[in-house]
């Protein structure tokens, strides 16, 4: 059982991270600084299992197109999700749409201002309301996110596992006990910030470190061990045989409707496969289906692309099959004209295969 740190040595630490933060830190961000919760909140979404240097243009393109929450609410779907192309984790980009509604809606367009209110908002979780809640209204609210375990599990020497019941709750309540109360935005951003150019996972700054004197992980030497994670992120793999059918210029396409990886991103009509594809003698009876009297006059040899997701690692297997007149296909399909496909909001594995074409 870990035993919290001393109030000295947490002092010391708010003291130096402080004494960085004003002196030392010149990391820049487009929305940082930021007072107004509609950008804080679209900012940290964005951010969300995204690198801040691929985040950094897409939250100016998202801000140009979509300035305020009324201009999110009234957006179509497919604008929105378009924008949001190539960020992956669609869901994020669902729930901004939901929220902004809502707000509009239910609250007349005024983002809430308390952290329990915020709270409440779908997609947003008890990381994201106390960034917004501190940047925006400076309520004191700690921060607590993957940056902040590894900054207070290094300097404090904190064995417990962040992924752990136990250790969520004890680095939660020291995030707390750390905050400075008088200026709850400025030390938020000061420990991501520090986390992110400093203590880094990688190849931590250790040396230059304001904090390194009274580290615990630099003088026992376990600034690599730590911090601890228990769990392994299992990667299944899954296989998807897209046909790419094309009749006089057009292209079958179809949306994804049912909840699973890239709910309402389109795709090409697409089978997935148990494992990786073989040649079948007879074909895929659901192709047959869906070519119906329409005879393939010219073929082309699949071509494979791969994206690997957090959980999943997805193999796409992409067939162009030109025909003789338009297969009947399924209710749900469009055809479209090969130069709408780029207004079209797709996942990055087809993409991949699109921006080869």
Same mark, same amino acid.
């Given at each position: 059982m870990e035993i919290m740190p001393s109030s000295a040595l947490k002092k010391a630490f708010v003291? $130096?991270?402080?004494? @960085?933060?004003?002196?030392?830190?010149?990391?820049?961000?487009? @929305?940082?600084?930021?007072?107004?919760?509609y950008r804080i909140w679209i900012s940290e979404i964005i951010l969300q299992q995204t690198r801040v240097e691929q985040g950094w243009d897409y939250y100016n393109r998202f801000i140009k197109l979509f300035?305020?929450?009324?201009?999110?609410?009234?957006? +179509?779907?497919?604008?929105?999700?378009?924008? @949001?192309?190539?960020?992956? /984790?669609?869901? #994020?980009? #669902?729930?901004?749409?939901?929220?902004?509604?809502?707000?509009? *809606?239910?609250?007349?367009?005024?983002?809430?201002?308390?952290?329990?209110?915020?709270?409440?908002?779908? $997609?947003?979780?008890?990381? =994201?309301?106390?960034?917004?809640?501190?940047?925006?209204?400076?309520?004191?609210?700690?921060?607590?996110?993957?940056?902040? !375990?590894?900054v207070l599990s290094r300097f404090f020497g904190?064995? =417990?596992?962040?992924?752990?019941?136990?250790? &969520? &709750?004890?680095?939660?309540?020291?995030a707390e006990d750390?905050?400075?109360?008088?200026?709850?935005?400025?030390?938020n951003q000061a420990i991501m910030d520090f986390g992110a150019v400093v203590c880094k996972p990688v190849a931590p700054l250790c040396e230059e470190?304001?904090?390194?004197?009274?580290?615990?992980?630099? =003088?026992? $030497?376990?600034?690599?061990?730590? +911090?601890?994670?228990?769990?392994?992120?299992?990667? #299944?793999?899954? @296989?998807?045989? /897209? !046909?790419?059918?094309?009749?006089? $210029? !057009?292209?079958?396409?179809?949306?994804?409707?049912? *909840?699973?990886?890239?709910?309402?991103? /389109?795709?090409?009509?697409?089978?997935?496969?148990? &494992?990786? +594809?073989?040649?079948?003698?007879g074909g895929y009876p659901e192709l047959n289906a869906w070519l119906g009297t329409a005879n393939v006059i010219a073929a082309y040899p699949p071509v494979v692309y791969r994206q690997l997701l957090s959980h999943q690692q997805v193999y796409g297997y992409f067939s162009v099959l030109q025909t003789d007149s338009r297969p009947p296909g399924e209710s749900d399909w469009r055809w479209v004209r090969k130069k709408q496909l780029t207004e079209l909001s797709f996942p990055g594995l087809i993409n991949q295969y699109l921006e080869k074409k």
């Open positions: 003291r $130096g991270l402080l004494k @960085w933060n004003r002196e030392q830190n010149t990391r820049e961000m487009p @929305w940082k600084g930021e007072k107004d919760p300035p305020d929450i009324q201009q999110l609410a009234k957006a +179509p779907d497919e604008k929105v999700f378009k924008c @949001w192309e190539g960020l992956g /984790y669609y869901s #994020r980009c #669902r729930n901004l749409l939901a929220t902004a509604r809502f707000i509009v *809606k239910e609250r007349n367009g005024v983002f809430p201002d308390q952290y329990e209110e915020i709270l409440e908002l779908k $997609g947003i979780g008890p990381y =994201t309301a106390a960034a917004i809640a501190s940047f925006a209204f400076q309520l004191p609210y700690a921060v607590v996110d993957g940056n902040v !375990f590894r904190i064995e =417990t596992a962040t992924d752990s019941t136990a250790g &969520k &709750k004890l680095f939660t309540r020291l750390l905050l400075d109360k008088r200026m709850p935005g400025e030390y470190c304001k904090l390194k004197k009274n580290c615990v992980a630099l =003088t026992t $030497g376990r600034v690599q061990d730590l +911090p601890v994670k228990n769990k392994k992120v299992r990667v #299944r793999d899954r @296989w998807f045989m /897209y !046909f790419i059918l094309e009749h006089n $210029g !057009f292209i079958a396409v179809r949306k994804r409707h049912k *909840k699973d990886i890239w709910q309402d991103l /389109y795709e090409f009509p697409m089978l997935e496969l148990r &494992k990786a +594809p073989v040649r079948r003698k």
